[in-house]
C-alpha cells in the first residue's frame, strides 16, 4: 500500500508564471483533498473531490486556482499567473467515504512552492 | 461554525518525561471526529491519533494518548516516555459528521512546535 505521492515537492517559479501540481492518492480511495499551508500554520482547506467531481471549494481558491481529478484517480492542482502571496505548502490527502471518522486521512509529502 | 484553538505555540519536554498539548474545539454538531497529526520539518502530516465523539473510551496509540473531555470540549494529546524524534509541529484538527453536510474534510488548529531536550 503506497501513500499518497505528490510532485514536485519543490517549485521555485517566477511571479505570473503557472504551475501544476500533481497528486496521486491511496489508490482505494475515493476521497480527495487539496489543503494549503503557509509557514507557522495550520493546513487550510482548498478544495475536495469525490471521485471526479469536484464537490466542495473554499473561497481561498481564487479564479486563478483550479484543480481537476479527470478519472477519479489522479488529481493536478493548477495556479495560473502565481503571485509572491502563493508561496506556500500545498498539501494533498485522501480517505475513504464513509463515517465514522475512522476513515483517516491520509496526507502526501507536500509541495513546496516559492515564487520570486 | 467549527473551530480549533490550539493556545500554546511552543513545548519543552526533557527525554523520557510524558508532555501534553492542549487542543479545544467548538461544533455544534454532535456527530465529530477528533485527530492529531505530527508535522515533523520534511513537512509530511503523519496522523497519531483519532477520537470519536461517541467513543466511550479515551483512545490510545502506543506512546499517544488522547485525554478526551467532551462537556469541555478538549481533546489534549499526551505523550508518554517523550524521544529526541518527537520533536515536530503537532496539529490537532477536527471533521464534523454527515448531518451537517461534511464532506470529511478537516479543520486544523495553529499547531504546537514541540521540542525534546536529552
Known amino acids: 500500500d503506497t501513500g499518497v505521492s505528490q510532485d514536485p515537492r519543490h517549485k521555485i517559479t517566477k511571479r505570473g508564471q503557472n504551475v501544476t501540481f500533481r497528486c496521486d492518492p491511496i489508490s482505494e480511495h475515493n476521497r480527495l483533498y487539496w489543503y494549503r499551508q503557509t509557514l507557522g500554520q495550520g493546513p487550510e482547506f482548498l478544495t475536495y473531490?469525490?471521485?471526479?467531481?469536484?464537490?466542495?471549494k473554499s473561497r481561498l481558491l481564487s479564479d486563478r486556482f483550479s484543480a481537476e481529478r479527470p478519472k477519479g484517480s489522479f488529481s493536478t492542482l493548477e495556479i495560473q499567473r502565481t503571485e509572491q502571496g502563493d508561496s506556500a505548502m500545498y498539501l494533498c490527502?485522501?480517505?475513504?467515504?464513509?463515517?465514522?471518522?475512522?476513515?483517516?486521512?491520509?496526507f502526501g509529502e507536500g509541495s513546496w512552492l516559492t515564487v520570486v | 461554525a467549527q473551530k480549533i484553538t490550539q493556545t500554546q505555540p511552543g513545548m519543552f519536554v526533557q527525554e523520557k518525561e510524558a508532555v501534553t498539548l492542549d487542543c479545544t474545539y467548538d461544533t455544534s454538531d454532535p456527530s465529530y471526529g477528533l485527530f492529531w497529526y505530527k508535522q515533523p520539518s520534511s513537512g509530511e502530516m503523519i496522523f497519531l491519533i483519532y477520537q470519536g465523539s461517541y467513543d466511550q473510551q479515551n483512545a490510545t496509540e502506543g506512546r499517544y494518548s488522547l485525554n478526551f473531555q467532551k462537556a469541555r470540549k478538549s481533546a489534549n494529546l499526551v505523550i508518554s516516555a517523550s524521544q529526541l524524534g518527537d520533536s515536530a509541529m503537532y496539529f490537532c484538527?477536527?471533521?464534523?459528521?454527515?448531518?451537517?453536510?461534511?464532506?470529511?474534510?478537516?479543520?486544523f488548529g495553529q499547531g504546537t512546535t514541540l521540542q525534546v531536550k536529552p
Open positions: 473531490f469525490q471521485n471526479e467531481a469536484q464537490l466542495e
Open positions: 484538527a477536527m471533521r464534523e459528521g454527515p448531518s451537517s453536510g461534511n464532506t470529511g474534510k478537516l479543520i
Open positions: 490527502a485522501s480517505s475513504l467515504q464513509g463515517w465514522p471518522g475512522g476513515n483517516t486521512i491520509y
